[in-house]
């Protein structure tokens, strides 16, 4: 049995970090949902950058949309909104096999609004609205501030994807803000069922500290903040407030393992999938990285519920000097920086593109 799908048995799903217009037009992401399991996607500012910087599929919209438009950010969601609606439209059976569980794409509001509550509450209901579709999450960061737009998006029964968490603590806010606006929802006699997931970033840790922590430590900072995050999700689930929110009709807000793609060559290629394999998360990878577990993969078993050795890894970390809550709200700050960057820099492709075909024309 292939790797992919003896993953997707554990069950764990396997979704595509990546979008882009080639991929639906050529086939490629429906031979991905056919052949490797996939049941999901996800999409992020810097996704777009290089889809839409780096390919001329793009130009023939940009050039009859760019009139109408409203704004560069306007015609942005226009060109997203329509790739996300195909894909959506491609795992639609998996959403309604699995009741609403699986099949979900994402659509990030501008991260330009990171800092920004009520901004970011109000681009989300204004893109989910937009888009139609019932299987598209909005990715709202995990920033101190994104916390409250959560609740309020919940509440307001917009699904959820919980981008830039990076540790247990910007987790446990996260699940809670959302458990907030489950509980309002249910006071309110409205239904429950909103669906969300949370987004932990795993590589980037082992990033930050390469060359910081003695060889031994290389490349296990970010499994063990997952498994720490593991446990403290699957705490999530077994307590009173969630059950009680449960026995009311709610979902519980699932896990994403994010970031999942190896950066240090010297590493295995799946090394973060084989070490997240965990029942009832979602694993969003890289093309590079499906494709590479499909091709020589391996499931050895399923993470420890209880975090395994996490607290013992961590320590050595400690003791190597890394203060792992600095380093995570500095890689939050440094995700959401990031973002910026590639949103600025996709609205700058936006707006050469419509002014050199406007001059061409």
Request: proline residues 4%; aromatic residues 6%.
């Amino acid at each position: 049995m292939q790797a992919t799908r003896t993953l997707h048995d554990l069950g764990q799903s396997l979704w595509l970090d990546n979008i882009t217009r080639d991929l639906l037009n050529s086939g490629t992401l429906e031979r991905y949902i056919d052949e490797l399991s996939v049941t999901g996607l996800t999409s992020n500012p810097t996704i777009f950058d290089h889809a839409i910087g780096k390919s001329s599929t793009y130009d023939a919209d940009i050039s009859g949309k760019a009139p109408r438009a409203k704004s560069r950010e306007d015609l942005f969601f226009e060109l997203a909104l329509a790739d996300l609606s195909r894909a959506a439209d491609l795992f639609q059976p998996v959403h309604a096999r699995t009741d609403g569980i699986d099949g979900w794409v994402s659509l990030e509001v501008s991260p330009l609004l990171a800092h920004d509550t009520k901004s970011t509450l109000a681009a989300g209901r204004d893109l989910h609205k937009r888009a139609g579709k019932p299987n598209l999450f909005i990715k709202i960061p995990g920033t101190p501030e994104g916390v409250p737009a959560i609740e309020e998006a919940i509440f307001a029964g917009v699904p959820v994807n919980v981008t830039l968490l990076f540790s247990r603590e910007q987790y446990v806010a996260a699940a809670e803000a959302y458990l907030r606006g489950v509980e309002r929802r249910i006071a309110a006699g409205l239904n429950p069922a909103v669906a969300s997931v949370a987004s932990i970033f795993v590589s980037r840790w082992d990033v930050a500290v390469a060359g910081k922590v003695p060889a031994e430590l290389a490349n296990r900072l970010g499994i063990a903040v997952g498994q720490r995050t593991y446990k403290a999700y699957r705490e999530m689930l077994a307590s009173s407030r969630f059950q009680r929110a449960a026995n009311a009709g709610a979902r519980a807000q699932r896990l994403l393992w994010a970031s999942t793609g190896t950066k240090d060559p010297k590493a295995s290629d799946i090394l973060y999938v084989k070490s997240l394999a965990s029942p009832f998360t979602v694993n969003t990878m890289p093309e590079g990285t499906l494709k590479a577990f499909a091709d020589h993969g391996e499931v050895a078993g399923e993470m420890a519920a209880d975090g395994g050795d996490c607290e013992t890894v961590l320590a050595s970390f400690a003791r190597a000097g890394i203060d792992v809550d600095a380093l995570a709200k500095r890689l939050q700050d440094e995700g959401a920086a990031s973002f910026v960057k590639s949103w600025n820099d996709l609205m700058s492709c936006i707006e050469a593109k419509s002014t050199a075909m406007r001059k061409a024309g």
